[in-house]
């Protein structure tokens, strides 16, 4: 595994963590400032680092609120840019049982700015 996957599955893992935790002020720097992400349902679109943190926090003020949790099957990082894909399986959870209640694919483009692995744009499917 090369330092570049290693570098974005811990980038993830931190990214999991802070959902569990519910602590949006650490997602923050591991979205790039133009992020976007399609939701899984509704195929919702959220442009932005500051609108994705607001999402964050107000899923996190909800007394029933799902813990989500992506788990990466691969990540390929780009030979000629500094970019990689990252595919895997999502689900989510209340945060008080390990019950999946929602779960599906995605896919996230990771870019490296600054020395620091980033979220460029995620895209997740519901299946379940």
């Not at 959902?19 to 979205?31: F, K, N, Q, S, V």
């Not at 959220?46 to 899923?59: D, M, P, S, T, Y």
């Not at 909800?62 to 990466?72: F, G, I, K, S, T």
Request: with cysteine; charged share 20%; net charge neutral.
């Amino acid at each position: 595994m090369s330092a570049a996957e290693l570098a974005i599955r811990a980038r993830r893992a931190a990214f999991n963590r802070a959902i569990a935790e519910g602590d949006a002020a650490a997602i923050g720097p591991i979205l790039a400032t133009g992020c976007a992400m399609v939701t899984g349902s509704d195929s919702a679109l959220i442009a932005g680092r500051l609108a994705q943190v607001k999402v964050w926090r107000r899923e996190f003020a909800h007394a029933e609120r799902l813990v989500y949790v992506r788990m990466p099957e691969s990540v390929t990082v780009s030979p000629v840019e500094p970019v990689a894909m990252e595919h895997g399986h999502w689900q989510g959870t209340k945060a008080d049982s390990d019950a999946p209640l929602a779960s599906g694919v995605y896919a996230a483009k990771w870019r490296q700015v600054a020395g620091e692995w980033v979220i460029e744009a995620e895209i997740f499917t519901t299946l379940a």
